[in-house]
């Protein structure tokens, strides 16, 4: 994964799947990037810390999709977020 | 055959009553007995590296993360199915049981007999099987094993009181037995501080007003050279205590730590136990360099093992390990106990009678030391307070206490 300033990324659509727990964030994000035209970005943001190894081993298996970038953020409860930018390939 | 649980016909039933689940406790008993079940892992890499389900007998595993059965099913159930020809029953099983529940389901979608473990390796890790050492009308005896890391803490009941050794993180798991069985703590015991899983003394001394026990020496950090913030009395070399109708000798055994001590208990029928923590395993021993200063302390395990526990403990007594490196070193009832004189002529390890070669094999036989375990010593004397994730995060995974090979 090529480490990216998040900022600089251009996201094409933003799925929200807060409180979703393994494996729906992953499954979410797999449909959603279905329906992306090829090139695409789409943004994740996910409290499930699993999230973050669960999508890099994706974008291995996967042979459309290549993960641009994760961070991590607080959000105004002081919950982690787990961000992660996914561009659609083939 | 004892074992029913995990054969094909006892899946079926599961599935004909509507259960596509099984709990960890159902597994853990199921692999007490060799079984034809296939473990399906559906975990990704580096979790399924870091540690997975083992038992006495560990069944054959495949590790598929869950991802591949999204991206092309039929691919990754036709994985599956090669391997269960003969329609094996398959264990799903992932880190908290949603994505191996989700597998489970697509498998059987295609006709094959599988099975969720509930919880996934959260409930795996956090199960501490108990079984009886022994039951006699003056005294009981329990093994409380937390499987999933090879850590074996030890309870003494007699006469309505108690004494828990070595009390792993799940303090009320202690207290839900003694409830059981009508009996009030007193005791808590330490034989070390540990470096690999956190205590249960402190917290279990507040909870109940039973004095938490450990030896000064360990009440001092190894590396961060500061002494203890939390209450407990202090134990020493001969201190003895009573238990109902059970006496308990303080024995100080230094090496693996400086202030590790055994607790021999004899009972009133004659027998004796002796708890040794990271002193004495029923395979190798415990190593010296989990303070930093393995060639100092090799040469301290020497002479605490072939001349304090020679000249201390009876030949006949059952040592009491804190530990294990495979559930192989269980006897046919699961327990990890042997008597001291079968340990010197089976624990391979032992055979030494020379000081300065032990001390070689010690040095050379060292594995890696998980670099949270300075954190966990720690908060086992108090200089730290982990959140619940954070102590799960510095348990994860199983001892490395023992020498290696």
Same mark, same amino acid.
């Given at each position: 994964?090529?480490?990216?300033?998040?900022?600089?990324?251009?996201?094409?659509?933003?799925?929200?799947?807060?409180?979703?727990?393994c494996p729906?964030p992953l499954?979410?994000?797999?449909?959603?990037?279905?329906?992306?035209?090829?090139?695409?970005?789409?943004?994740?943001?996910s %409290?499930d810390?699993g999230s973050v190894k669960d999508f890099q081993g994706w974008a291995?298996?996967?042979?459309?999709?290549?993960?641009?970038?994760?961070?991590?953020?607080?959000?105004?409860?002081?919950? %982690?977020?787990?961000?992660h930018?996914?561009?659609? %390939?083939? | 055959?004892?074992?029913?649980?995990?054969?094909?016909?006892?899946?079926? +039933?599961?599935?004909?009553?509507?259960?596509?689940?099984?709990?960890?406790?159902?597994?853990?008993?199921?692999?007490?007995?060799?079984?034809?079940?296939?473990?399906?892992?559906?975990r990704n890499? *580096?979790e399924?590296?870091?540690?997975?389900?083992?038992?006495?007998?560990?069944?054959?595993?495949?590790?598929?993360p869950y991802f591949?059965?999204?991206?092309?099913?039929?691919?990754?159930?036709?994985?599956?199915?090669? @391997?269960?020809?003969?329609?094996?029953?398959?264990?799903?099983?992932?880190a908290? /049981?949603?994505a191996?529940?989700?597998?489970? *389901? @697509?498998?059987?979608?295609?006709?094959?007999?599988?099975?969720?473990?509930?919880?996934?390796?959260?409930?795996? &890790?956090?199960?501490?099987?108990?079984?009886?050492?022994?039951?006699?009308?003056?005294?009981?005896?329990?093994?409380?094993?937390?499987?999933?890391?090879?850590?074996?803490?030890?309870?003494?009941?007699?006469? /309505?009181?108690?004494?828990?050794?070595?009390?792993?993180?799940? &303090?009320? @798991?202690?207290?839900?037995?003694?409830?059981?069985?009508?009996?009030?703590?007193?005791?808590?015991?330490?034989?070390?501080?540990?470096?690999?899983?956190?205590?249960?003394?402190?917290?279990?001394?507040?909870?109940?007003?039973?004095?938490?026990?450990?030896?000064?020496?360990?009440?001092?950090?190894?590396? !961060?050279?500061?002494?203890?913030?939390?209450?407990?009395?202090?134990?020493?070399?001969?201190?003895?205590?009573?238990?109902?109708?059970?006496?308990?000798?303080?024995?100080?055994? $230094?090496?693996?730590?400086?202030?590790?001590?055994?607790?021999?208990?004899?009972?009133?029928? &004659? *027998?004796?136990?002796?708890?040794? &923590?990271?002193?004495?395993?029923?395979?190798?021993?415990? @190593?010296? +360099?989990?303070?930093?200063?393995?060639?100092?302390?090799?040469?301290?395990?020497?002479?605490?093992?072939?001349?304090?526990?020679?000249?201390?403990?009876?030949?006949?007594?059952?040592?009491?390990?804190?530990?294990?490196?495979?559930?192989?070193?269980?006897?046919?009832?699961?327990?990890?106990?042997?008597?001291?004189?079968?340990?010197?002529?089976?624990?391979?390890?032992?055979?030494?009678? !020379?000081?300065?070669?032990?001390?070689?094999?010690?040095?050379?036989?060292?594995?890696?030391?998980?670099?949270?375990?300075?954190?966990?010593?720690?908060?086992?004397?108090?200089?730290?307070? $982990?959140?619940?994730?954070?102590?799960?995060?510095?348990?994860?995974?199983?001892?490395?206490?023992?020498?290696?090979?």
């Amino acid at each position: 994964m090529a480490s990216i300033e998040t900022a600089t990324i251009q996201v094409d659509q933003e799925l929200d799947v807060r409180g979703l727990n393994c494996p729906m964030p992953l499954v979410k994000a797999r449909q959603a990037i279905l329906k992306l035209d090829v090139g695409r970005i789409l943004k994740v943001i996910s %409290t499930d810390r699993g999230s973050v190894k669960d999508f890099q081993g994706w974008a291995k298996a996967a042979n459309n999709v290549t993960l641009l970038a994760q961070s991590e953020e607080t959000d105004s409860g002081g919950k %982690t977020l787990y961000l992660h930018y996914v561009q659609r %390939t083939k | 055959m004892e074992s029913v649980l995990l054969t094909v016909d006892a899946v079926a +039933d599961l599935q004909a009553t509507g259960h596509g689940e099984i709990f960890v406790q159902e597994l853990f008993a199921a692999l007490q007995h060799p079984s034809n079940l296939l473990l399906l892992d559906v975990r990704n890499d *580096e979790e399924f590296r870091l540690w997975r389900i083992e038992g006495r007998y560990t069944p054959e595993t495949l590790h598929l993360p869950y991802f591949f059965f999204l991206e092309d099913e039929d691919n990754a159930v036709a994985q599956v199915k090669e @391997r269960i020809q003969d329609r094996r029953p398959v264990v799903v099983v992932c880190a908290k /049981g949603g994505a191996s529940g989700y597998v489970a *389901e @697509r498998l059987r979608a295609h006709g094959v007999r599988a099975i969720n473990l509930a919880g996934g390796m959260v409930e795996w &890790g956090d199960f501490y099987d108990v079984r009886a050492v022994a039951q006699q009308p003056d005294y009981r005896i329990y093994q409380v094993d937390r499987v999933a890391r090879g850590c074996v803490s030890w309870v003494f009941i007699s006469r /309505g009181e108690a004494a828990v050794v070595d009390p792993l993180r799940f &303090g009320e @798991r202690y207290l839900k037995l003694l409830k059981q069985q009508g009996a009030q703590l007193k005791l808590l015991l330490d034989t070390h501080a540990h470096a690999d899983h956190i205590s249960s003394g402190p917290e279990l001394a507040q909870m109940t007003g039973a004095a938490y026990h450990l030896h000064p020496y360990d009440a001092i950090h190894p590396f !961060d050279m500061l002494p203890a913030r939390m209450q407990y009395e202090m134990l020493h070399d001969g201190q003895r205590f009573t238990l109902g109708a059970l006496q308990i000798e303080v024995i100080h055994t $230094p090496g693996h730590t400086l202030g590790q001590v055994n607790f021999l208990v004899t009972t009133p029928d &004659g *027998e004796a136990f002796c708890c040794t &923590g990271d002193n004495l395993f029923i395979e190798s021993f415990g @190593r010296p +360099d989990l303070g930093g200063q393995g060639e100092r302390w090799a040469p301290v395990v020497y002479d605490t093992i072939f001349g304090v526990m020679k000249r201390r403990v009876p030949a006949r007594a059952w040592i009491l390990p804190g530990h294990y490196a495979s559930p192989a070193e269980a006897n046919p009832d699961g327990l990890y106990m042997k008597r001291l004189e079968d340990l010197w002529r089976e624990n391979r390890s032992l055979h030494f009678t !020379d000081k300065e070669r032990f001390v070689e094999f010690v040095l050379s036989h060292l594995p890696y030391m998980p670099p949270q375990y300075m954190e966990i010593k720690r908060v086992n004397i108090g200089l730290s307070n $982990p959140s619940l994730d954070e102590a799960d995060e510095l348990e994860l995974g199983k001892n490395i206490c023992a020498l290696s090979g």
